[in-house]
């Protein structure tokens, strides 16, 4: 099993239930940033050096109600930001209309307008995903209980401009809550119980969503910084207002089999052999650090665009650096029904290192 060069370059970042998705083209280096949250910069900073990307366009997906953008601060910076044409964000944002392309180097993605858990949500769709900010999310949909929001409209978004798409669009969302970080198009149409209903009418008549009971007073001041032509952002840490889910899977709350890098050791070379071993640390993680003798690399973001291969070479084990990416990347296989049952390995690649176990460069 071998990891593949595609086109695109995909880092995803979570922060307290936020969702930002690093976009680069592999050819050119130019890099899209969706939906980046305010005192995360130094974030997307960093990784943007780490893959050798250069930031050409930033794009929120809505006007957040639940964390603050930073948008404001890519304009100051000269970077291009936009949101969807129905925005009433005061910054010098491009309008998105649905069907324009948003190009970045050699890649191009097309918008598409998705309201209903606001009335200026879009997603951009292309080379094999959709960011899709908060409509689809893992196991549900976004929220709709905000002042502007229509439940039956999020519906009806969904089912016409996402589902359309073909099965193994990776779904990249706004939100996740429970340690799953992308999906499928073709297993939440399949699998996601907020889908089942008829219509839109029946999806809004079941939730029973009430529009602007979601706006407490911190999602107000939220929703007004993030309007806001000049807003004051925070550098470090910022507040989360609020959850944007409603209804998601439990899948991920099953335990999930573990085993330290002394029990993995002397299996090491037979798991190899058989292609059982994969390592879900960035590619400069490995260039840097070194990695496991014959493990190869797939990285955690783009799990996604090699389900086949998976699929074909089951891993058994899954290793990152400290054994936190790895626990995703079962629990998100594990959702998508790609694997049954991985080990992930504590620690990972940092304590195996310690042990003075075999690196290669
Ligand atoms: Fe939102």
Redesign the pocket.
């Known amino acids: 099993m071998a990891a593949t060069a595609r086109p695109v370059v995909v880092k995803s970042f979570v922060d307290a239930g936020c969702q930002t998705h690093l976009i680069g083209c592999t050819a050119t280096r130019a890099a899209l940033l969706i939906d980046p949250k305010a005192g995360k910069r130094a974030v997307y900073e960093k990784a943007l050096a780490d893959y050798g990307l250069r930031l050409e366009v930033v794009v929120d997906t ?1 006007t ?3 964390h603050l953008s930073d948008s404001a601060a890519w304009l100051a910076r000269g970077v291009r930001c936009a949101m969807g044409a129905a925005t009433k964000c005061e910054r010098a944002v491009e309008r998105l209309k649905a069907g324009d392309t948003v190009a970045v180097g050699k890649l191009a993605f097309r918008v598409l307008a998705v309201p209903g ?2 009335p200026d949500s879009i997603a951009l769709y292309g080379h094999g995903l959709v960011a899709c900010g ?1 409509t689809l999310l893992v196991g549900g949909l ?1 929220r709709a209980d905000f002042r502007g929001s229509d439940p039956a409209q999020l519906f009806e978004s969904v089912k016409r401009e996402l589902l359309t798409l073909p099965d193994a669009t990776v779904v990249l969302p ?1 939100h996740g809550y429970q340690d799953l970080l992308f999906t499928t198009i073709g297993h939440e149409r399949a699998h996601n119980p907020a889908l089942r209903h008829a219509d839109g009418r029946a999806y809004a008549a079941a939730l029973g969503a009430v529009e602007g009971r979601g706006n407490t007073p911190e999602v107000d001041a939220m929703l007004a910084t993030n309007l806001a032509a000049a807003p004051v952002l925070p550098e470090g840490p910022a507040a989360v207002a609020a959850c ?1 889910a409603m209804g998601a899977t439990s899948a991920a709350s099953a335990p999930i089999r573990e085993q330290r890098n002394d029990e993995l050791a002397p299996r090491r070379a037979e798991l190899v052999a058989r292609s059982q071993w994969i390592d879900v640390r960035d590619p400069w993680e490995l260039a840097q650090d070194g990695r496991i003798p014959g493990v190869p690399n797939y990285p955690l973001s783009e799990l996604g665009f090699v389900l086949d291969e998976l699929r074909a070479h089951p891993p058994e084990v899954i290793s990152c650096k400290s054994g936190v990416r790895s626990t995703t990347a079962v629990k998100t296989l594990r959702y998508l029904g790609v694997l049954r049952d991985p080990i992930s390995m504590v620690g990972g690649f940092g304590k195996w290192k310690e042990a003075g176990l075999p690196v290669e460069k």
């Open positions: 809505h957040h109600a639940d858990h606001t908060d976004a706004g944007c």
